[in-house]
């Protein structure tokens, strides 16, 4: 057996490789990201006797070329959680953190738990992308919503309120209604300086133009509330820059995010898991692929617990000889994106209430016992978790039987 560790960082890898029995091939050794050497490394890894298998932590994205390059030579690659690297122990009292000293640690962990490494493949690569853009998902959604704000702020100075006239959703090109309406009537002297009857007109065409349904009562509500407001800003053509460059800001947003949205629904249709993680209740066409995205392959879980655990909704122990605490926290140890998407799916049953669903039916019983909001929403996502666990398990080992026969 040959253990390859590779603390893989920005530029660079650390390799080292060694064997049972602390018998070291190759010391720790600084292999840079060029072509060249990296041929080198895959003709060092593949000149070795024995089996050999290649392990490195998944973290950032630094591991992706490195992994790929590797297991397109055909090499066995594993990509294990840091977590799990940082929880393995040195027999020392010692904790060095350098590169050399990580390899090292990542060669030994090889060795241990040599039976239980899992093969970097294709499928990696897929959930590897569509990770990578749910993370930008959420990135671009924070921008969406930094400029929602900005452009609120910068109309209670022009056309107060104007925000909230119209509650229609946003289409699939991430474009609203309100934030269109703003574009055209960006202060409030744009529609009180008409007649009711001009300006009726004047938004009838503009719905027209934009493919918006007209009512006249709507247009009589927008001019009455406009008529009463008081604008800070005078309109002139600053304010009109600021306010449609603000839009335009955010609207480019908005596309971005939509654009992004699909992208990761049409990625997440390719994994098998899709169609049982788009029945779950909770799970829609946003929510699933985020779902999947953050909790990667679930066949890598030994049980649902580890599951769980990942996430970092499994209650806490505080034990200790005669005393035994209740109440822990959790441990909050896993992905606080994959919480987020959790709760996320937990506010929509708690919203909607199925009665049916057995995640809100707990949820609810927990609520009516006095438990608190964090306690019965965590409570909930810990049930969703092990459901899943379940149900995706079951399928993906009936989609392997099939495939077998």
Not at 126 to 143: A, C, E, I, P, V
Not at 381 to 398: C, D, H, Q, T
């Amino acid at each position: 057996m040959n253990a390859v560790g590779i603390d893989v960082s920005k530029g660079k890898s650390t390799v080292t490789i060694r064997k049972p029995g602390d018998v070291i091939l190759l010391p720790p050794r600084d292999i840079p990201h060029t072509k060249s050497q990296i041929n080198a490394l895959i003709e060092l890894i593949k000149g070795l006797d024995g089996e050999t298998k290649v392990c490195m932590e998944h973290t950032g994205r630094y591991y992706e070329p490195v992994a790929t390059w590797l297991s397109d030579a055909g090499i066995f690659v594993s990509a294990v959680n840091p977590i799990l690297i940082k929880g393995f122990g040195d027999d020392s009292l010692r904790s060095p953190k350098t590169d050399k000293a990580d390899s090292k640690k990542i060669a030994r962990y090889t060795l241990d738990r040599w039976a239980n490494l899992k093969q970097y493949g294709c499928m990696d690569k897929t959930r590897n992308q569509l990770k990578t853009m749910n993370r930008q998902f959420g990135f671009y959604m924070d921008q969406k919503t930094a400029m929602k704000n900005n452009l609120i702020a910068l109309i209670d100075q022009t056309y107060p309120g104007a925000n909230s006239f119209f509650d229609s959703p946003a289409r699939n090109d991430g474009s609203q209604k309100w934030v269109d309406f703003i574009h055209t009537y960006w202060h409030v002297d744009c529609v009180r300086s008409k007649s009711l009857e001009t300006f009726t007109e004047h938004y009838r065409n503009w719905c027209k133009r934009k493919g918006y349904n007209f009512s006249t009562l709507k247009a009589q509500e927008v001019y009455q509330l406009s008529s009463d407001l008081i604008a800070v800003f005078s309109k002139d053509a600053n304010t009109k820059m600021l306010i449609r460059q603000a839009v335009a800001m955010l609207n480019t947003a908005s596309a971005t995010v939509e654009s992004l949205r699909l992208e990761m629904d049409k990625t997440a249709s390719t994994l098998p898991e899709y169609p049982v993680v788009m029945a779950m209740n909770g799970v829609g066409p946003t929510l699933g692929p985020q779902l999947m995205a953050e909790i990667g392959d679930v066949t890598r879980f030994t049980h649902r617990g580890a599951l769980t655990a990942f996430a970092g909704v499994d209650p806490g122990k505080d034990d200790s000889g005669q005393r035994v605490r209740k109440s822990v926290p959790t441990t909050k140890k896993g992905s606080p994106s994959l919480r987020k998407t959790l709760f996320q799916i937990m506010d929509g049953l708690i919203k909607r209430s199925p009665a049916d669903d057995p995640v809100y039916a707990f949820m609810d019983k927990k609520r009516a016992q006095g438990k608190p909001y964090y306690v019965y929403m965590t409570a909930g996502a810990n049930k969703f978790l092990r459901i899943y666990y379940g149900r995706v398990k079951e399928y993906m080992a009936s989609l392997e039987t099939t495939q077998q026969q």
